[in-house]
């Protein structure tokens, strides 16, 4: 090694040194460096058994943060988790239907052995019984496949990394998305093992600060602390974070926040199909009504994806009647296209945002004003942030 990669080396030595040095000794307060680590990463492996696997027709996009459940204080559940991912529900309903056929079929033959003059040996209705029950419980688990096994929802609060399976018949099982838990999660911190062992416990204070200035620091979960291939992993509550504007109209009025809406593929963007020019290929989410009697809430004025050009939170919607035939468009990356035509005329179909179903106030009204804003927490993965830790006190209390 020349004498100049010495230096270099000698240097970086000397930095490593230094920080792993004040790392040793938390008698008094040191300032280090944590990585935000998610206490869960993992794949959703989806689709239903063995014999009918399901074709997955809505993955919720990569890039989108969702909510699990949440529960009152009795326990009930008042909102349930967003939708990650649905199955075609017709199969699993056509095998509901059968199953009820012949769970009526085994009650009505035992209920007529019953009211039967004939004579019936125990065993005979015993074997009956039996028969009503195994019907009542594969009808039962049928009704449960349609009921939730065809939609995947949150379990936990998190965010979508990839979607690894856009939609089709799931063989196997696939793998059809990754997703990571955001809260709590953890702070990962580069400290030898002997600094946890002699120096760090429930008493030591520690301060974890967020790089967001809407975030407030925190301090760590005690009796969740983990040590991992040399890193000390930190729990710690990570808020979400509200929008950055006023949520309030000038009446006062509260603005709700939508996380969720449809990007706008415009005509001609598609090899094999041809559409006038005001259609537009969007998810099929995006429709609201009954057939034949289809609108859309669109963002007046605001635009996405334009060169140039950026986009407010806050917006007014307007509700469009279009016209459309309801048939799924074939898109790349995509499940549930289809195309419309607005009743009205768009100045503009490039950028057009609309609302998503999957993620809309019910007494939403023509002109209200809404808020757009996919989400953000106080602490997101990869990041780097600034951790204090220490004094950790004489006294053990």
Known sequence: MNKRGKLAALALGVLLGANLFAAKDLTTKQTLEGTVTPMVTMDYNYGLDQFYKGFIDYVMPAGTFFTGPVYDSRGICVKEGDILATINP??????????????????????RDQASAKAMTKRDMASHKIDVLEAQAKYDMSKKIVDEVCTLRARFDGYVNEVKFSGGWAQGLPATLNVSQLDPIYISITIPRGTTTSSFNYNTPVTVYPNRSSGEPVGFIQGRTTYKNGTLMLLVNNKPLPPPVNLKDKDGKSIPVIKMWCPVIQHGGLSGFVYDNDSMVVSKNSLFGTDGDYYVWMVDGAKSGIAGQGMNYINKIKRVKVETDGKLVSVPSYVRMISFTPKEKVETVAGTILLSNLDCPADLKDGDTICLFAGMYTFMPGETVKVEMGPTPATIQ
């Open 90 to 111: 017709e199969y699993a309903k056509l095998q509901n239907q059968a199953d009820k056929l012949a769970l009526d079929d085994a009650i009505d033959l035992y209920d």
